[in-house]
C-alpha cells in the first residue's frame, strides 16, 4: 500500500485526518482502525503531514454569497469567475435562500 491508496482507502471508511504542525490528527468512526492502519499511519506520517498540509494551501478558498435584491429575487456570486447572477429565489436551493436571509438579517457578511 502507498500513501495514497492508504489516503483513500481510510477516507472511503470515513476516517478525517488532518495536518497540524507536526502531528497527525486522526478522527475515525469507533472501532475502524486495525493495529494494520495504525502502523500505516506511523509509517506514513510524513508523507501524509506534507500531502495534508499541501491540500490545505495549494485549494482556494471559494465562498459563494447570496443575496435578496429584490421581492422573490436573489442575487448569487459565482467563486469561480466573480460574476454575479439573479435568480428567483423559487428556483434556488433552501441553503441559497436561507443565506439570503441571514445576509438580509445581518447575520452574514
Known sequence: ??????????KARGVILEADGE???VDAPAGELTDEDRAALIE????LLKF???RIE??????????????????????FTGEWH???????L???????DRRRKGGAG
Open 1 to 10: 500500500m502507498n500513501t495514497l491508496a492508504l489516503y483513500h482507502d481510510l
Open 23 to 25: 502531528s497527525l490528527k
Open 44 to 47: 506514513f506520517k510524513p508523507i
Open 52 to 54: 495534508l498540509s499541501w
Open 58 to 79: 495549494e485549494e482556494p478558498v471559494r465562498r459563494t454569497q447570496a443575496r435578496w435584491v429584490g421581492p422573490g429575487l436573489i442575487r448569487i456570486l459565482d467563486p
Open 86 to 92: 439573479e435568480w428567483p429565489s423559487s428556483k434556488c
Open 94 to 100: 433552501y441553503g441559497v435562500v436561507a443565506e439570503a
